[in-house]
T-cell receptor
Framework: DQQVKQNSPSLSVQEGRISILNCDYT??????FLWYKKYPAEGPTFLIS?????DKNEDGRFTVFLNKSAKHLSLHIVPSQPGDSAVYFC????????????FGKGTRLSVIA | NAGVMQNPRHLVRRRGQEARLRCSPM?????VYWYRQLPEEGLKFMVY????????ESGMPKERFSAEFPKEGPSILRIQQVVRGDSAAYFC????????????FGPGTRLTVL
């Protein structure tokens, strides 16, 4: 019973182009969404978040879009750089307070120089 | 300004032994979460603690697993009588008292059960 789904296990993008990572969720109680980046043998690093009252949040090269009616969010990275190569996890929680996160299985992004 | 610290980074145990994993949250953070990641899977929530209190242990297996976060010292995740299926990466995360739910993760402990 996967409440947060990342249906693409992997994605390859050329350096300088846009990377789009997708995430779907099934639980309508989710109200707060986060993206984490993870390198091998390290812990996840927080990238960007979005509350359900917004449909877009931007931070430098990273933008997250939320379509609440479709229960879908996406992370855009532009321009993509080789250092962005990592596993990206989408996570959700029922509010922005202190609650456990529900993670997707991750998408491995490879940025090719 | 140290981040979340976990030790050991790697732990090897034989079946039936005990495993103790430690987590020191970021300075000023009083909320600790433990997650487990199996190979090719996402992180799965296990337990959420504040100082001296277990807030939510809905993701914790009912037997052999326990967690604590004492008034002084690190949070401990304890696995008794380990089995091969316990082999995984265990991540600890912390968040501040009243901040948004941006959890900061440690580097993880990789447990291998022989």
């Amino acid at each position: 019973d996967q409440q947060v789904k990342q249906n693409s296990p992997s994605l390859s993008v050329q350096e300088g182009r846009i990377s789009i990572l997708n995430c779907d969720y099934t639980n309508s109680m989710f109200d707060y969404f986060l993206w984490y980046k993870k390198y091998p043998a390290e812990g996840p690093t927080f990238l960007i978040s979005i509350s359900s009252i917004k449909d877009k949040n931007e931070d430098g090269r990273f933008t997250v879009f939320l379509n609440k009616s479709a229960k879908h969010l996406s992370l855009h990275i532009v321009p993509s750089q080789p250092g962005d190569s990592a596993v990206y996890f989408c996570a959700a929680s029922p509010n922005s307070g202190n609650t456990p996160l529900v993670f997707g299985k991750g998408t491995r992004l490879s940025v090719i120089a | 300004n140290a981040g979340v610290m976990q030790n050991p980074r790697h732990l090897v145990r034989r079946r039936g032994q005990e495993a103790r994993l430690r987590c020191s949250p970021m300075k000023g953070h009083s909320h600790v979460y433990w997650y487990r990641q199996l190979p090719e899977e996402g992180l799965k929530f296990m337990v959420y603690l504040q100082k001296e209190n277990i807030i939510d242990e809905s993701g914790m297996p009912k037997e052999r697993f326990s967690a604590e976060f004492p008034k002084e010292g690190p949070s401990i995740l304890r696995i008794q009588q380990v089995v091969r299926g316990d082999s995984a990466a265990y991540f600890c995360a912390s968040s501040p008292l009243a901040g948004v739910n941006e959890q900061f993760f440690g580097p993880g402990t990789r447990l291998t059960v022989l």
